[in-house]
């Protein structure tokens, strides 16, 4: 099948700690993102890539940090700057190109604080 | 800067009846409209969206949207809901040039269908 993995679905996070979430997509897709879903919030972008071993800040990079050295993954590290880290977070892809493209996305990983 | 309204946080309605998601969009030149919809605990789903032409876009699972221009809206619609409808649904807006596809997102209208 093919499509965005997201691992793992449920992260704890210690104080001080730095996570990575996971993101592998097998469409051959250009152009990966990662959002952020608060309740109440909608979906905030954090970092998004739209060729490999380069990628842009979003409107909440700060506290985050990504990279993009294959086509095919595009993880995201949750840093201890990151003050409030819960929230669900969904990464998506695209063909890259001109807008007007749809974004195909993960399931999702659910972050919590211990 | 882009961005999407939901006026709704959430919509409740009749099974059989039709349902209406609001959306207006606040951008310069001629903007790109999606809407998805998400299920618990899961990624968003695409449903439709509005590139050029037509008005009125016909999407996934029996939805429509229209492009108004005017009134800077682009509701979704469906003539009759199911409960199988209930979910959350976003409205998103992209750049028409440069920005690639990234997304600006609504808040999000969670959608109740009752027997």
């Known amino acids: 099948d093919g499509g965005i993995t997201q691992s793992p679905k449920y992260l704890f996070r210690k104080e001080g700690q730095n996570v990575t979430l996971s993101c592998e997509q097998n469409?051959?897709?250009?152009?990966m993102y990662w959002y952020r879903q608060d309740p109440g919030q909608g979906l905030r972008l954090i970092y998004y890539s739209q060729i490999v071993n380069d990628f842009q800040k979003g409107d909440i990079a700060e506290g985050y940090s990504v990279s993009r050295e294959k086509k095919e993954s595009f993880p995201l590290t949750v840093t201890s700057a990151q003050k409030n880290p819960t929230a669900f977070y969904l990464c998506?892809?695209?063909?890259?190109?001109?807008?007007?493209?749809?974004?195909?996305f993960g399931s999702g990983t659910q972050l919590s604080v211990l | 800067a882009q961005s999407v309204a939901q006026p709704e946080d959430q919509v409740n309605v009749a099974e059989g009846n039709p349902l209406t998601v609001k959306c207006t969009y606040s951008v310069s030149g001629n903007p790109y409209l999606f809407w998805y919809v998400q299920y618990p605990n899961r990624g968003l789903q695409f449903l439709l969206k509005?590139?050029?032409?037509?008005?009125l876009v016909k999407g996934s699972y029996g939805f429509e949207a229209e492009f108004n221009k005017s009134q800077t809206s682009f509701h979704l619609k469906k003539p009759s809901a199911l409960v199988s409808d209930s979910a959350l649904y976003f409205c998103a807006v992209s750049y028409p040039t440069g920005g690639g596809n990234k997304l600006t997102f609504g808040t999000g209208t969670q959608l109740k269908v009752e027997l």
């Open positions: 998506a892809s695209t063909p890259g190109g001109q807008g007007g493209k749809k974004l195909f």
């Open positions: 509005y590139i050029t032409g037509d008005n």
């Open positions: 469409l051959n897709h250009d152009a």
